[in-house]
């Protein structure tokens, strides 16, 4: 008899292996289409409803775990849950371990009333238990606890630094827009190169169409003989016209702001620092938010701008907010990590005990041609997605910057509260919300490119997002100490 070869005994554990992965990942639901935003519905969420799946920190509240299309009880079957506290904090509560307890499911429904300890994720996985002993997963589902000054706010997602051909971009101003809403984004402003009418001309485009996504007007600033780069978001007035009508008065303000200087570190350009303080203060002058873009943006073989110069802009704080993640395509990260250099500069700064707002941006310059585009953005935590409210949220660190390089492992940075509650939100709340908006942006597309009759599509979409929202938080209006808030 002959024996296989080495060879052929690889060959048939390498296609077991394969096997056996495809089907653990097919399970995981990690071969599901990823929406633009890089996010996946997860797999339980498409089979199950959980109602609410945000719950206030430190008050019994009851889960309701409903089957879409599998019918529950089944005869000859007992079903038990096994519950979790994420981070362990059980002090009331009386949690020691995980161990399965017995649950009786009505109508296609699981209900589970809990006092839910502190702020965490918490995990419910349920089994069904045949006759005979067997057990199966039914799912594992997941609910966040909130205390009660993050439980009234919602999750804003925006970009707002993007261009379209009204500067260097690809596409027109309406289609940049409606991508925008496409790929899962609540807010966002447009913000071509020293065109703060492009802005407008897209806010006058969509104005009267029934949509949910809120746009606001933005540039890019570029001020004379001054290399930094700034991002205006939501001021009432271009700041790019101030200069470009009358360049003297720039010069003699800027000549103003720098003979009040006093002495500055060596290295640093006095009239490029002096010009910085110029139009961060003319930003928010206007009511817009003034944000310090890519400062470790390497163009080249060199920094776009000195180093020297960075670090008296972090050190004087003349800025309103950092653009910690910018949009880079993945080919041009893995040459120079910006976003790294950003996230340690920041946490340096932290360290020290500087308060520093921040945002995520796309800098996207094409919607379809890159990997950026929709896989880097802001989350606000705000009580609406109006513009006070989100320019507050920002200023007062109740934002986080998200990047998705190449379209997977979505990762957020800021404050380490706010980042725990994110990853939850974007694993099984956002992900929905992006399919959501997804229908809504291809229609916003249409619409810019001379497609007048989907209004009457959009108005049946309206709102949907809300509707959502509104099930997923548990019903704040019942618990003591908060304010009723929502999207």
Not at 15 to 44: D, E, R, W
Not at 124 to 145: L, N, P, Q
Not at 203 to 209: D, N, Q
Not at 455 to 469: H, I, N, R, S, T
């Amino acid at each position: 008899m002959k024996w296989p070869s080495k060879l052929s005994f690889s060959l048939v554990f390498f296609v077991i292996l394969m096997v056996g992965l495809s089907l653990f990942a097919s399970g995981q639901g990690l071969f599901t289409p990823a929406l633009p935003s890089g996010l996946k519905v997860n797999t339980a969420d498409r089979y199950f409803e959980v109602w609410p799946k945000i719950v206030p920190a430190d008050v019994e509240t009851t889960v309701r775990i409903i089957s879409r299309y599998e019918t529950f009880p089944k005869a000859d079957c007992t079903y038990r849950v096994t519950y979790t506290p994420v981070g362990r904090y059980a002090v009331k509560s009386g949690w020691v371990k995980a161990s399965a307890e017995p649950i009786i499911p009505q109508n296609n429904a699981f209900e589970i009333r809990r006092f839910f300890e502190s702020e965490q994720e918490h995990i419910f996985r349920i089994e069904e238990v045949k006759a005979d002993g067997k057990a199966r997963e039914v799912g594992t589902f997941h609910v966040y606890s909130l205390k009660p000054d993050l439980f009234v706010l919602r999750p804003y997602k925006g970009d707002i630094h993007m261009h379209s051909y009204r500067s260097d971009g690809r596409e027109a101003p309406g289609y940049v827009i409606g991508a925008g809403r496409r790929a899962g984004l609540d807010f966002m402003a447009l913000t071509d190169h020293r065109n703060y009418a492009a802005s407008l001309e897209v806010i006058e485009l969509f104005k009267s169409l029934p949509v949910d996504l809120k746009i606001f007007p933005g540039e890019e600033v570029h001020p004379p003989d001054n290399p930094v780069h700034f991002v205006n978001f939501g001021a009432k007035e271009g700041i790019t016209e101030l200069y470009k009508s009358d360049e003297t008065a720039y010069r003699r303000e800027v000549q103003a702001i720098m003979d009040k200087l006093g002495k500055i570190p060596e290295g640093v350009d006095r009239f490029q620092y002096a010009s910085s303080v110029w139009a961060f203060e003319k930003i928010r002058e206007r009511g817009g938010l003034g944000i310090f873009a890519h400062p470790y943006w390497r163009p080249g073989n060199a920094n776009y701008i000195s180093y020297a110069l960075v670090d008296y802009i972090f050190e004087t704080g003349i800025f309103d907010a950092l653009e910690l993640v910018s949009g880079f395509d993945w080919s041009d990260l893995q040459e120079v990590d910006v976003n790294n250099l950003q996230l340690a500069r920041y946490i340096e700064a932290r360290s020290k005990g500087q308060k520093i707002p921040v945002v995520g941006i796309s800098d996207s310059h094409g919607c379809e041609v890159s990997d950026m585009f929709g896989r880097y953005y802001t989350i606000c935590f705000a009580p609406s997605a109006e513009l006070a409210d989100l320019i507050k949220a920002i200023k007062e660190a109740r934002s986080v910057a998200i990047e998705t390089p190449a379209g997977k492992l979505p990762r957020a940075f800021g404050p380490h509260r706010l980042v725990a509650y994110t990853h939850f939100l974007l694993r099984y709340v956002l992900p929905v919300h992006d399919e959501m908006c997804f229908e809504e942006g291809r229609l916003m597309v249409d619409y810019a490119g001379g497609r007048s009759e989907v209004v009457e599509e959009l108005k049946l979409l309206q709102g949907q997002v809300k509707k959502y929202y509104d099930r997923v938080w548990a019903n704040d209006a019942k618990i003591p100490g908060t304010v009723k808030g929502g999207k």
